[in-house]
C-alpha cells in the first residue's frame, strides 16, 4: 500500500452501476464476481478502453469526504459507463411509450436525456426542454423518470426537475 501520497482506489461496481467495493485495491476481500443487489456481474475496468474505474480516493489523514458515486463517464475515453447507457436507454424506451407526446416530442425528450446525463452547457437547456415536455405527461411518468436517472444526474440537475 502507498504510504503519504494522495491516490485513487479502483471501485468495482455492477453492470447496472451499484457499487460492490469502492476498495477493490485496498480492501480485496470485499470483491464480489456478482452484484449482491441484482446479480449482475461486477467490473473493475472500462469495458471499451479498460481503464481502472475510479474508486476511494485515499488522502492521508483525512476520512471519507463524501459518499462514493459510481461515475457516469469514464474518464479515460469518454465513453458513458455500461450503467450509465442502460440507464439512457431505459429512459428513452420510456419516452418511446409516452403516447401523448407528439414523435417530435419524444424525439426532443431523448435528445435532451443525453444532455441532462452529460452536465455539460447544454444541460440547463436540456432541464428546461425537458420539464416543458413532461409537463404534458402525468405525475407518475416524472417519478419514472427520477426513478431511472436519479443516480447518474447531477444534484443541480435532480434539484431543478424534480425539486428538493
Ligand atoms: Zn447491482
Ligand atoms: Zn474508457
Not at 453492470?15 to 464476481?33: A, D, T
Not at 411518468?141 to 426537475?161: C, M, N, Q
Amino acid at each position: 500500500m502507498k504510504n503519504g501520497e494522495i491516490w485513487y482506489d479502483t471501485a468495482e461496481i455492477c453492470l447496472n452501476g451499484h457499487v460492490s467495493n469502492e476498495f477493490s485495491i485496498s480492501y480485496p476481500e470485499s470483491n464480489k464476481n456478482f452484484c449482491d443487489k441484482c446479480g449482475e456481474e461486477t467490473i473493475t475496468e472500462c469495458p471499451i478502453c479498460d481503464a481502472n474505474i475510479r474508486g476511494y480516493l485515499h488522502i492521508p489523514g483525512v476520512g471519507s469526504l463524501s459518499k462514493f458515486k459510481a461515475p457516469s463517464y469514464c474518464d479515460n475515453c469518454g465513453n458513458p459507463y455500461p450503467w450509465t447507457a442502460e440507464k439512457l436507454n431505459a429512459a428513452k424506451e420510456l419516452a418511446d411509450l409516452l403516447d401523448e407526446l407528439s414523435p417530435e416530442e419524444q424525439e426532443q425528450l431523448k435528445k435532451s436525456l443525453d444532455d441532462l446525463v452529460k452536465d455539460g452547457p447544454r444541460t440547463v437547456v436540456a432541464q428546461t426542454r425537458f420539464k416543458r415536455i413532461l409537463s404534458k405527461t402525468g405525475p407518475e411518468i416524472v417519478t419514472g423518470f427520477r426513478d431511472i436517472l436519479v443516480d447518474v444526474v447531477s444534484e443541480t440537475v435532480k434539484k431543478a426537475i424534480w425539486g428538493p
